[in-house]
């Protein structure tokens, strides 16, 4: 801002000082074209008094609709002027695929310029039988000039105008077919009646009497058929194209479904043109010489039931592999073979596990868990097998070969070493062993429940649970019928009791769900409501809630 007024000032003492005089010297605009306001007083060109005789300004009529002046001062300038309502620069944008002059300068669709960028211009060949404007001239198959002489839809020749009158086609594409089109007027073929298709009588004169004229295609024909052009009924019992040929006898019915003779399965031909030749095609299951038996030691599965040797039932008791004898469950396990075929060789497949030639190293009651240490030797760990009741042995690592703690037991029953596979009531899981003198768990278990055998008698064995996490209060998200419990502040799922709330308790499962075993051994344990301990819901009666573990407790 300083600058700027020193300035101001500065000129101003310099005018003075030429000037000789205080004489004030006042501009007038001269360029009354311009569309600038020359001598500062707020009016531009034909606006101003000074231009009112400027041959600029004495224009009645604006007729340069495009220099963004406004030529004869009326307010309006260019097009927005009623005066360049014609002017060609004032006209609509061209459309370029409706054979109109949409801006009035005489070019149409792509001749105007304006179309050169357009994606209907751009020099598209028409493809003559697809059925679509490919070029964007708005004319289709041989109803484009571009396609003439060519090949339209299903062969024909395209025409400009239809001369060829008894292909049943529309060579021109104008809509009419043969007779139905005015440029068929004087052929032959279009003189006299129409043809009656079932009267056996050539009624327009052509030289084809009824389903054989092709006047008649799609007509009913003699009998009450369908004529076709061409044939494509082939088992109606009826020469639907008059050619003198019915059904599987016409040529045109030689690749139909019902004119292809059965599949020979012995002779390599694909016979029936189902692109399945001889066994390989469905036709021949069950044919003498489509059934192969499965040969037990070639590595091949020769009866096609996608098992191969000693893994397919067929091969058990048979001589397999290398002279091996195939069974249904492994049994021989120190032949060197795998002879169920599931991959697994002797001592490495778990079916042997219990065999005595596999037992390596000591297993014992103590060294099943988890964090017991391995004392089996090789490929084995220590485990619980499927005796009942079930007994320390050495297992195959396969036996251990899958599942986590905790967790779904995989599609073999597999779980890690120290857990096994059973289902609590909730599917099968891989629980953790413990017992009374080993009560550790995995990581957040407890051990909780008692293995017992197929009479309901303890093991000695104990299982662990892993905590849900669960709600208290609500049970969620325990199922229905269970409620959910605190063990050394952890929360688990387990099927509620039945003890009512107010009622004599002895574990922590006896209460119904939203109950909590809770007292000592002097006034006696009773089923408490569980609440929330920030605000003491849902406590009634005027009960507190007495803290438990900072977020839940008991109602008394």
Not at 38 to 50: H, K, P, T
Not at 256 to 283: H, S, Y
Request: aromatic share 4%; hydrophobic share 20%.
């Amino acid at each position: 801002m300083k600058i700027t007024r020193v300035f101001i000032i500065l000129a101003s003492i310099s005018l003075a000082a030429c000037a000789g005089s205080n004489k004030t010297t006042t501009q007038t605009e001269t360029n009354c074209a311009d569309s600038i306001d020359n001598d500062g007083d707020g009016q531009i060109d034909c606006f101003d008094s000074d231009c009112a005789a400027s041959p600029a300004c004495n224009v009645t009529t604006e007729t340069n609709c495009n220099d963004d002046i406004d030529n004869d001062g009326d307010g309006q300038t260019d097009c927005a002027d009623s005066d360049c309502a014609s002017n060609i620069a004032c006209q609509g944008t061209e459309i370029c695929n409706n054979g109109a002059d949409d801006d009035g300068d005489g070019q149409i669709d792509c001749a105007d310029s304006d179309c050169a960028s357009n994606i209907a211009c751009q020099g598209t060949d028409e493809v003559c039988n697809n059925g679509s404007d490919d070029d964007g001239d708005g004319a289709i198959d041989c109803a484009d000039s571009d396609c003439l002489g060519q090949a339209g839809p299903g062969g024909i020749t395209c025409e400009a105008a239809e001369t060829v009158c008894n292909d049943n086609a529309d060579n021109d594409g104008d809509g009419d077919i043969d007779c139905q089109d005015s440029n068929c007027s004087s052929s032959a073929f279009c003189q006299g009646p129409d043809e009656v298709c079932n009267n056996g009588s050539d009624d327009d004169g052509d030289g084809a009497i009824d389903c054989a004229d092709a006047d008649c295609n799609g007509q009913i024909g003699p009998g009450g058929i369908a004529c076709q052009f061409p044939e494509s009924t082939c088992t109606d019992g009826a020469d639907n194209d008059g050619d003198g040929n019915t059904d599987c006898a016409d040529s045109d019915c030689a690749t139909n479904p019902a004119c292809l003779p059965p599949e020979n399965c012995t002779n390599g031909i694909d016979d029936d043109l189902d692109g399945a030749t001889d066994c390989a095609d469905a036709d021949c299951n069950g044919h003498a010489s489509c059934v192969a038996s499965e040969i037990c030691n070639n590595g091949i599965d020769d009866d096609s039931d996608s098992l191969i040797d000693c893994a397919d039932p067929n091969c058990v008791g048979s001589i397999g592999p290398g002279g091996i004898t195939c069974q249904s469950t492994e049994t021989n396990c120190t032949d060197g073979g795998d002879n169920d075929g599931d991959g697994q060789t002797d001592c490495a497949d778990s079916n042997c596990a219990g065999n005595a030639a596999c037992q390596t190293g000591s297993c014992d009651a103590d060294h099943v868990y988890f964090d017991s240490g391995d004392t089996c030797t090789g490929a084995y760990q220590c485990g619980l097998n499927d005796d009942d009741p079930p007994v320390a042995t050495c297992l195959a690592d396969s036996t251990f070969a899958g599942g986590t703690f905790y967790g779904a037991c995989s599609g073999t029953y597999q779980c890690p070493m120290g857990s096994i596979c059973l289902n609590a009531g909730a599917g099968n899981q891989c629980f953790p062993l413990c017992s009374a003198t080993h009560p550790d768990c995995p990581p957040t278990g407890v051990c909780f429940y008692s293995l017992v055998d197929g009479s309901n008698n303890p093991t000695g064995w104990n299982l662990c649970k892993a905590p849900e996490n669960c709600n208290p209060v609500s049970s969620s998200p325990c199922t229905a019928s269970q409620g959910c419990y605190s063990i050394d502040d952890s929360y688990y799922c387990f099927t509620q009791g039945t003890v009512a709330i107010g009622g004599a308790c002895e574990y922590v499962d006896d209460c119904v769900r939203g109950g909590v075993c809770i007292g000592n051994t002097t006034t006696g344990y009773f089923c408490k409501s569980s609440c929330y301990t920030a605000g003491g819901s849902p406590c009634t009666g005027g009960d507190t809630c007495w803290d438990l573990d900072g977020t839940y407790g008991y109602c008394d």
